[in-house]
């Protein structure tokens, strides 16, 4: 039996008790604009803008960890030149975080063409690249859900991917940018031509990010983890005239009981 991202929400959703968390229950958005969502739909919401975000930060070349399924990092191939600047492409990995590793038991590591530090604690630090942990908050913010919500429906539900790969289920994680699929026992990421593409084409090496050039470290803890994706992933909410139009729908089913009365 193959278990796709749906089915995968609906397990977490059907046990409770292994997957505890307060998304289990419908739960207030933090604009008045938003009507709360059942739990499927809730939990699906998270989802989708998870894989969203996580295209957006590939797309942008930069290395994610995804706590329980792995880390996405670039391996890089120098193109040397005899003539001018060596120019470089890279190619997106995917590294499976240790617990799915252990329950997928045919999975090789040595199949990887980045250099990983197999005596690494973690496996965001076996990456020879500086790596993002998934951050929460923009996922929050892009769904109007209170932080510890999202948080608890992404940890999770990949939880359960860990989970069902152990207990023997083929997997195909379909995440746009990337399908992340467990068969037999072993765990392979196919990643979609539209980021395969332009990491291919050789581009002159850059040392580091414009946007943290000359950044202290601190300094870096404390600037917003801004997401254009985040932003636009669901309309902004007029939540004044959604206020006003169910305080005018309330005040009309009153005026609707009073007349009942009356006659």
Not at 26 to 32: I, L
Not at 192 to 221: F, I, Q, V
Request: hydrophobic letters at 35%; aromatic letters at 8%; a positive charge.
């Amino acid at each position: 039996m193959v278990v796709r991202l749906p089915e995968i929400i609906q397990h977490v959703l059907a046990n409770p008790t292994a997957y505890p968390g307060p998304f289990q229950q419908s739960q207030p958005r933090t604009s008045q604009a938003f009507q709360s969502l059942d739990p499927q739909r809730q939990m699906r919401l998270i989802v989708d803008a998870l894989v969203l975000r996580l295209k957006e930060l590939l797309s942008e070349g930069q290395s994610v960890s995804i706590d329980n399924l792995g880390a996405f990092s670039f391996a890089s191939s120098w193109h040397l030149s005899r003539y001018g600047p060596d120019f470089v492409s890279k190619t997106p990995c995917f590294v499976p975080h240790k617990k799915l590793q252990a329950a997928c038991t045919n999975y090789k590591p040595n199949s990887q063409r980045l250099d990983t530090d197999p005596h690494a604690l973690t496996t965001a630090q076996s990456v020879p690249a500086k790596i993002k942990f998934l951050n929460e908050v923009p996922l929050a913010s892009g769904c109007y859900y209170k932080t510890d919500v999202v948080k608890s429906a992404v940890k999770q539900f990949f939880t359960a991917v860990v989970d069902l790969a152990d207990r023997g289920y083929d997997i195909d994680l379909d995440m746009d940018v990337v399908c992340i699929k467990v068969v037999n026992k072993n765990v392979k990421a196919t990643f979609s031509s539209g980021l395969t593409g332009p990491c291919s084409e050789p581009k002159r090496p850059s040392t580091m990010a414009h946007s943290t050039k000359g950044m202290k470290l601190s300094e870096s803890w404390a600037k917003p983890d801004y997401s254009a994706a985040m932003t636009s992933y669901l309309d902004r909410p007029k939540s004044r005239e959604v206020q006003n139009l169910r305080v005018g729908t309330a005040n009309l089913g009153i005026m609707g009981r009073d007349l009942t009365s009356c006659a």
